[in-house]
């Protein structure tokens, strides 16, 4: 999601907003500063991941390393059946590797929409990370409360030209860290078709991480997958190697 990923473990911490109506910023202004904040040179994530489905509820861990918006490396590492298997996203590409086959498939066009590891969550909402001002067009709704923090509701059209994955996005942007704590989106019909909530937020160094949320697929109807990250490490070095094909079979 947006990578929705990313929005978990990248959000500065910033100066109280304005209280006046008034003074309230522009849809554009508020977009602009989320994504500013999002951003870092590189980052190094461990996470986790609760799919909760009708028939029960499993639990996959993995660890990423991102760099910028354009590459990203994801290995998963528990439970042992899926231990091994690689995703990795460069730029507009994505190619996947699993030990059991022994095969690498790239992943593209409406495959990109497909569940990964049978979870709420589709190619594209765990390794996309574009910048949301370059592909939508923002206004600001209104205010309201979430996790008893004072929010921006922001609502997002996609711009005449430009491709999202989703045609539109409901935000409820967090005043003074510019951190999104809901998040809703769309089809071109108007159809809801993703929900994801902040449910536990954490402070790492001077960034504010958003430890546990919950992302749901509108028209699955099941329990969502919950999303945990238990450690972030930020502009750290990575090597350029791992951005390979090759890193795929290592």
């Keep these: 999601m947006r990578t929705f990923v990313a929005a978990l473990v ?20 508020i977009v602009a500063r989320v994504d500013a904040n ?10 986790e991941m609760t799919i909760r489905g009708r028939r029960g509820s499993r639990t996959m861990k993995a660890k990423s390393w991102v760099q910028g918006t354009q590459r990203a490396f994801t290995e998963y590492l528990e439970p042992a059946r899926d231990a091994g298997t690689k995703m990795l996203k460069l730029a507009g590409q994505l190619w996947t590797f699993t030990p ?8 593209a066009g ?10 709420d969550m589709s190619y594209e909402d765990l390794m996309e990370n574009p910048k949301l001002q370059h592909l939508y067009t923002a206004t600001v709704a209104g205010e309201e409360r ?26 409820w942007v967090d005043r003074e860290r510019y951190l999104v704590l809901k998040e809703e989106r769309f089809a071109t019909s ?33 329990g969502g997958t919950e999303f945990v990250v238990s450690s972030t490490e930020f502009d750290a070095k990575i090597p350029e190697a791992l951005f390979s094909q090759a890193s795929l079979r290592k």
């Design 10 to 29: 990248t959000i500065f911490v910033t100066s109280p907003a304005p209280t006046a109506l008034a003074q309230t910023p522009s849809g554009e202004a």
């Design 146 to 171: 979430i996790l008893e923090r004072l929010c921006w509701v922001v609502q997002l059209t996609a711009k005449p030209g430009a491709d999202p994955a989703y045609h539109a996005r409901k935000l």
């Design 100 to 107: 059991s086959t022994d095969r690498t498939i790239q992943i």
């Design 190 to 222: 108007g159809k809801l078709l993703k929900v994801a909530e902040v449910t536990k937020v954490t402070q790492v160094h001077q960034r504010w991480v958003a430890e546990r949320s919950i992302f749901k697929d509108a028209l699955k109807g099941d």
């Design 110 to 119: 409406h495959m990109l929409r497909q569940s990964v590891m049978g979870s």
């Design 38 to 47: 999002q951003s870092a040179e590189s980052r190094i994530t461990v996470w």
